[in-house]
């Protein structure tokens, strides 16, 4: 079957970094995506990584490691209005290119 | 302009009803999806059409049917309703299948009592 494990919960102080991991374990993996939803929102796209590395977007930054079926999404300088859950979501090459989505950390971000 | 739309908004009905929401995109894009988000806020793919042509259909009761006029709409029809189908549904398009960047439309909230 098809899983991706990330934290519920992530707590940080404004002006702070903060790294939400995501672990997958899933079979024809072609790359991975990180959304943001605000409360009563739509999900909106952050990144996407299909090759190992680091890539940068301003205050966001994704990273994927394919050989240990891991990537995280790092927010720097972060902002009260970062609060929201950040989803990350694998992209399938089997079944029509299928996007399967994590559960979601919900991300408090305090004063 | 809003790039994808959902109508309606709110849906409120009793078990056993037949209901429909509807979606649009304006973004010229070839493929579109049906997800359906539960109230622990896990988002679930259930239907992808391109270009009218279904090519993901999730483990979904057959309850639910899509339909394709174009590939600007795409409507999710469900029979039948039950409690357990109370969600957040939201469509999403993609500029074509074997894009990663998908546009996710504002959700329609169904409440079934």
């Known amino acids: 079957g098809q899983s991706l494990e990330q934290p519920s919960e992530v707590t940080a102080v404004e002006g702070a970094i903060v790294q939400i991991n995501c672990t997958y374990q899933?079979?024809?993996?072609?790359?991975l995506s990180w959304y943001q939803q605000h409360d009563g929102g739509a999900p909106t796209f952050l990144s996407y990584?299909?090759?190992?590395g680091l890539e940068e977007t301003g205050r966001f930054s994704s990273f994927l490691s394919r050989s240990d079926s891991y990537g995280y999404l790092l927010l720097q300088e972060l902002q009260m209005k970062d609060s929201a859950s950040y989803f990350c979501?694998?992209?399938?090459?089997?079944?029509?290119?299928?996007?399967?989505f994590g559960a979601g950390t919900r991300l408090f971000v305090k004063a | 302009d809003t790039a994808v739309s959902q109508t309606p908004k709110y849906l409120v009905t009793q078990m056993g009803n037949d209901k429909s929401i509807k979606c649009e995109q304006n973004?010229?894009?070839?493929?579109m999806y049906w997800y359906k988000q539960d109230s622990k806020k896990f988002l679930k793919i259930m239907f992808s059409?391109?270009?009218?042509?279904?090519?993901i259909n999730e483990t979904v009761p057959n309850r639910f049917s899509p339909k394709s006029p174009d590939k600007a709409h795409l409507n999710l029809h469900i029979n039948s309703l039950e409690l357990g189908d109370s969600a957040v549904y939201f469509c999403?398009?993609?500029?074509?299948?074997?894009?990663?960047?998908?546009?996710f439309g504002p959700g329609t909230r169904l409440t079934v009592t």
């Open positions: 999403a398009s993609s500029q074509d299948r074997d894009s990663y960047e998908q546009y």
């Open positions: 973004l010229g894009h070839d493929t």
């Open positions: 979501a694998v992209r399938l090459n089997t079944g029509g290119f299928k996007t399967i």
């Open positions: 059409y391109n270009n009218k042509e279904l090519i």
């Open positions: 899933t079979s024809g993996f072609y790359g």
């Open positions: 990584n299909a090759l190992d």
